[in-house]
């Protein structure tokens, strides 16, 4: 059974009824709710069947996206961005909470998204498929689970290249899962967006040198 703050119905059309679940809410979920949607994943396989394909190509079927964002030049600009991406610090945007940044960068681990827009909130979970660890990159990929509105995997890694440009990078294969990120298409690609831009933002503030 949902939680009392999970009971949320939609109107849509003025025909229909639509059951909001613990994804959409009202308001915002306290720690012990969010650590309890987390473990109720723990278990859970992966929403979508081509795990792992942000390290290869992009799967048909889905929307893909790529951003890549100038850093800086030189080795101390590359370990301040690796040292980011280890602590979660892409995801450090007003309206985007990590649940939690202490989680290790390590295959396996387990988060919550926990976003604020439009007035309400929701949460999507995500776990770590693989890590890439290398002189020169760094960074990981998670996929969604069965608590997550979309379906897919997305890529956040940092690269110093032979010219010692850094760059961080975003890549993402996804396609809406949940039946209300379907009927808000075009808000859910505009929000996806703004993800990107912060998060690029946030690794430029990162980056420098403090």
Do not use: N
């Not at 379906?151 to 039946?179: I, K």
């Amino acid at each position: 059974m949902l939680e009392p703050w999970a009971k949320m119905t939609i109107a849509v059309a003025g025909t229909a009824t639509i059951a909001v679940s613990q994804m959409f809410l009202i308001h915002r979920p306290g720690e012990r709710r969010i650590r309890e949607v987390l473990a109720s994943q723990e278990g859970a396989g992966f929403s979508y069947a081509e795990v792992g394909a942000t390290r290869i190509e992009a799967p048909a079927g889905y929307q893909v996206h790529r951003e890549r964002f100038a850093l800086g030049s030189g080795p101390g600009v590359f370990e301040r961005a690796r040292q980011a991406v280890r602590q979660w610090e892409m995801f450090e945007m007003g309206w985007i909470e990590l649940c939690w940044p202490d989680a290790p960068i390590a295959c396996g681990s387990t988060v919550a998204v926990l976003a604020h827009h439009l007035g309400f909130w929701s949460l999507h979970v995500a776990r770590i498929v693989y890590v890439t660890d290398e002189p020169r990159k760094y960074g990981f990929a998670y996929g969604t689970l069965a608590e997550h509105a979309e379906s897919g995997e997305e890529w956040f890694g940092v690269e110093q290249r032979e010219d010692d440009s850094v760059w961080y990078e975003v890549l993402a294969f996804s396609r809406e899962r949940h039946v209300l990120a379907k009927i808000a298409y075009p808000f859910t690609r505009s929000l996806q967006r703004k993800f990107r831009a912060d998060s690029g933002m946030a690794m430029q503030r990162a980056a420098v040198e403090p």
